[in-house]
């Protein structure tokens, strides 16, 4: 779900368009690499890739970011997390679809001495084209194989960052992305709304109050956005 989530998905500031972590080829690379689509030796053939052909490095991009916004859509509906029309789901699947065709078109049955199977389908054998076959392979993985009951996002209707997540709970009541980056967010307006209350003569009861000036633990990590000085 690293893909989905490299897109702003909560509500923008007035006029601003969502913030895109995969901004550019270079944020692309450095992406695929943090989240393991690709070794170093791999990302250097990419990168040498689209040297050679800039065009081709913005095609990568392109697809790459029409796999995680049909991801999103695909995960949206399948998990009823927001409500999506029969029509969009369909395309957002046969997008994916179509595009996993591609990359298996361009994989190679490689040998896998002893491993479980005889052999195993190595994807992204083109280096140009590696980062989007690898991305839309794992995207249908998730589809398959993903448990839906446990697939939430953070509710942006509640102030949350609208990031789809797994919950691991025990009893999957987990409703943050991180209690400690959105919760504690939320925790700290609501206390901030109800001292203003306090102050205008509607007096909130000190265990309330103490209640949500307690604060939140573990830290969200960031988002995988490259430095500015990345390049590929």
């Given at each position: 779900m690293d893909l989905v989530n490299t897109r702003e998905r909560g509500a923008p500031a007035p006029g601003a368009e969502p913030h895109d972590h995969l901004a550019d080829p270079a944020a692309l690379l450095v992406w695929a690499r943090r989240a393991g689509l690709a070794g170093d030796a791999e990302a250097e053939a990419v990168a040498e890739a689209w040297e050679r052909a800039p065009g081709a490095a913005q095609a990568a991009l392109a697809a790459t970011r029409d796999i995680r916004e049909s991801l999103y859509v695909g995960l949206l509906a399948t998990a009823g997390l927001a409500p999506v029309e029969a029509g969009e789901r369909s395309a957002a699947l046969d997008r994916l679809h179509s595009r996993w065709v591609a990359a298996a078109g361009r994989s190679a049955l490689a040998p896998e001495p002893g491993g479980a199977a005889p052999a195993r389908l190595a994807v992204g054998t083109v280096p140009a084209l590696l980062v989007p076959d690898r991305a839309v392979d794992s995207a249908l993985d998730l589809l398959r194989t993903a448990d839906v009951s446990r697939v939430r996002r953070c509710p942006t209707e509640n102030g949350g960052c609208g990031w789809v997540f797994l919950d691991r709970s025990r009893n999957g009541s987990r409703k943050w992305c991180r209690m400690a980056d959105c919760g504690a967010e939320v925790k700290a307006r609501r206390l901030t709304?109800?001292?203003?209350?306090?102050?205008?003569?509607?007096?909130?009861?000190?265990?309330?109050?103490?209640?949500?000036?307690?604060?939140?633990?573990?830290?969200?990590?960031?988002?995988?956005?490259?430095?500015p000085s990345q390049s590929y």
């Open positions: 709304e109800r001292r203003r209350a306090v102050r205008a003569g509607r007096p909130e009861s000190p265990e309330r109050l103490e209640r949500l000036e307690r604060p939140a633990a573990e830290p969200r990590p960031q988002p995988p956005s490259p430095s």
